[in-house]
């Protein structure tokens, strides 16, 4: 027991000095950031109307962030204090550091979107489609950061009046997951197949994967495919508010209730109806967009199930591997 209490204080005390450096260092880039010839702002009327400046997300350096650590400390992170984000809190949405990072680059780098790889018109419009459902994901996430029980009725109301107003083929995003003691972050999309009937679709980097489809090809490592899909789905059932309000208590409300279960055998349930689980997998299967991929190391899902998004964003639009690849390896660049 004393062992284990000096630990802990040991612990505690590590996480107080890293929080008084970055507090300190954020001090110092606001009272220098006038001076900083890289900070930029633009306006974009085009694809934020209700954001007169739309600055850099995150404060002081990005390697101060867990932006930073969610990117590259994948292999490195469990069983540190980092893991999850730790001692560095997440300040700002991950989808509108992504968002950010491209939109920046395109506007003060364009070389660095290689001709080689996008270049046709229709590639180069595939990526901006791209951007404006992850930007009206960031805006979906914000309207639905909601605090009390009045708040996530009001937001519920709100995001069922916006999915009865999708044309056909159109996308809605968000980031969610489940809020516990051990909790995990994914990424929802609907599209409005027809009239009548929705796609549901859950972008996943870790936890929960089991339900996904998985494959040994490449073994010993294992690979999943992220995208969780339920297709068909009436438009009475998915507009059901009873849904959406379990899926924002699950992913808003801290419960030791809410776990990886709570979705995958209650919640998607819902959606799928008299479906049955081999159905369900079986339409991933079929979804030409789909792919494997190598599930997280460490507790840094709330930046890889944007990764998985946008790469499955990206492939909806015409897209392949290569582009996808690229895209993600401009954000590793931007953020270095």
């Given at each position: 027991n004393k062992q284990r209490k000096k630990k802990e204080e040991k612990k505690m005390d590590d996480i107080k000095t890293i929080e008084e450096f970055i507090k300190e260092q954020e001090e110092q880039y606001e009272k220098t950031k006038g001076k900083i010839e890289n900070e930029k702002t633009y306006y974009d009327k085009r694809t934020w109307p209700e954001m007169k400046k739309f600055t850099r997300p995150f404060g002081g350096a990005i390697f101060r962030s867990s932006l930073w650590f969610g990117e590259f400390?994948?292999?490195?992170?469990?069983?540190?204090?980092?893991?999850?984000?730790?001692?560095?809190?997440?300040?700002?949405?991950?989808?509108?550091?992504?968002?950010?990072?491209?939109?920046?680059?395109?506007?003060?780098?364009?070389?660095?979107?290689?001709?080689?790889?996008?270049?046709?018109?229709?590639?180069?419009?595939?990526?901006?489609?791209?951007?404006?459902?992850?930007?009206?994901?960031?805006?979906?996430?914000?309207?639905?950061?909601?605090?009390?029980?009045?708040?996530?009725?009001?937001?519920?109301?709100?995001?069922?009046?916006?999915?009865?107003?999708?044309?056909?083929?159109?996308?809605?995003?968000?980031?969610?997951?489940?809020?516990?003691?051990?909790?995990?972050?994914?990424?929802?999309?609907?599209?409005?197949?027809?009239?009548?009937?929705?796609?549901?679709?859950?972008?996943?980097?870790?936890?929960?994967?089991?339900?996904?489809?998985?494959?040994?090809?490449?073994?010993?490592?294992?690979?999943s495919m992220p995208e969780y899909m339920i297709n068909n789905i009436p438009a009475e059932r998915i507009l059901n508010p009873a849904i959406w309000t379990l899926a924002f208590k699950i992913c808003k409300i801290n419960s030791v209730h809410n776990k990886g279960s709570s979705l995958y055998q209650i919640l998607f349930p819902l959606m799928a109806g008299e479906r049955t689980l081999h159905e369900v997998l079986r339409d991933v299967k079929m979804d030409k967009h789909r792919g494997y991929h190598r599930p997280q190391m460490a507790g840094n899902c709330f930046y890889q199930c944007i990764v998985r998004a946008s790469r499955y964003l990206l492939t909806t639009q015409g897209l392949n591997e290569t582009h996808t690849k690229h895209i993600h390896y401009v954000v590793r660049r931007k953020f270095m």
């Open positions: 400390g994948g292999p490195h992170l469990s069983s540190t204090t980092y893991n999850g984000g730790g001692p560095l809190k997440l300040a700002v949405s991950p989808m509108k550091n992504w968002v950010w990072c491209l939109r920046d680059t395109i506007k003060e780098k364009p070389e660095w979107i290689s001709k080689d790889i996008f270049k046709t018109t229709e590639e180069k419009k595939a990526l901006e489609k791209t951007l404006e459902i992850l930007e009206r994901g960031v805006r979906v996430g914000e309207k639905l950061r909601v605090k009390s029980t009045k708040g996530m009725v009001e937001g519920v109301t709100w995001f069922i009046e916006e999915l009865k107003k999708m044309k056909e083929g159109e996308y809605i995003c968000m980031e969610a997951g489940w809020s516990s003691v051990v909790g995990h972050a994914v990424v929802y999309h609907v599209t409005r197949e027809t009239k009548e009937t929705y796609k549901f679709i859950c972008s996943n980097s870790g936890g929960g994967i089991a339900y996904h489809r998985s494959s040994r090809m490449k073994y010993p490592e294992a690979s």
